[in-house]
């Protein structure tokens, strides 16, 4: 393990599903991610390409702690092309594996670590998945250690969603919204946290800075850009998240601190 395990008393929850995902499969794990980080859950996936990537991306723009269990030993990236995402998960949460450091990622490690990935979760969120898939390994460990298993549904003529359909089918919930997630966590959802500064100090520094630059009154998109030096897409992410916690709002002139 690099890094560190998920906290006990923060509720968890698993995000997976296929690596060849849809626009819209990534555009959902993202969303959901995002918004269950940006109230403190803490987002489980296998830091593999498609689903998982996009719930380890959404976690880190909600500034959310996220985890990545993999199929190989923790000082390997695979795929390589995650190498980015890999250091940012190892630095925002952990890295996790059963499997000694050198350790490649043969086939068959996968389906073994996927009981991991549910073992840590309180909730398993399948995004897309075929009828025969990883995704769908890990729901049936997460069924069997009694675990909550929910599915975003999808066409029924796309094979990418069939497996999530069949789920549905089968008895497992529909996920509709972050906050009903929420919900079956027993998480009270609210549109403003009452004491935003106990958990300033929590976020990443980026988060920091954007909160600093709109002390000073609303600022437009593109003035908080040229203020804090981050990129618009980034920053976009920032300030959804923000708006989900509850300290920032649009005013009509641009964003700005929540009065309270």
């Known amino acids: 393990m690099v ?4 906290e006990e008393s923060r509720k968890a929850v698993a995000v997976v599903g296929a690596r060849n995902c849809s626009l819209y499969g990534r555009k959902q794990a993202r969303y959901f991610a995002r918004s269950l980080a940006a109230r403190g859950v803490r987002i489980i996936s296998g830091l593999a390409a498609g689903i998982d990537a996009a719930a380890h991306e959404g976690a880190l723009e909600g500034g959310g702690k996220t985890y990545g269990v993999l199929g190989c030993g923790t000082d390997l990236c695979y795929p390589k092309e995650n190498y980015r995402l ?7 949460g952990g890295l996790i594996s059963e499997y000694e450091p050198g350790t490649p990622p043969l ?15 309180d909730l398993i969120l399948v995004v897309e998945a075929r009828v025969k898939s990883g995704a769908l390994i890990t729901a049936d460990w997460a069924l069997e250690q009694g675990k909550t298993v929910l599915a975003v549904p999808g066409r029924l003529d796309d094979p990418l ?11 497992a919930g529909i996920a509709l919204s972050p906050e009903q997630l929420l919900e ?6 609210s549109h403003k946290q009452k004491d935003p500064e106990n958990f300033l100090q929590e976020l990443p ?13 609303s600022r437009a998109l593109d003035e908080i850009a040229a203020e804090t030096g ?8 920032i300030l959804i998240a ?9 005013d009509g002139k641009g964003y700005c601190l929540v009065k309270r």
């Open 3 to 6: 890094g560190k395990l998920p």
């Open 86 to 92: 890999y250091r940012r998960v190892r630095e925002e």
């Open 107 to 121: 086939p068959f490690h996968f389906p073994r670590r996927n009981r991991i990935i549910s073992g840590l979760a």
């Open 161 to 171: 969603s069939a497996g999530c359909n069949r789920l549905i089918a089968q008895g």
């Open 184 to 189: 079956e966590l027993g998480i009270t959802v």
């Open 205 to 217: 520094e980026n988060f920091r800075r954007v909160c600093g630059c709109l002390s000073g009154g």
């Open 230 to 237: 981050l990129s618009v897409p980034e920053l976009s992410g």
């Open 242 to 250: 923000l708006e989900l916690r509850g300290i920032v709002e649009e």
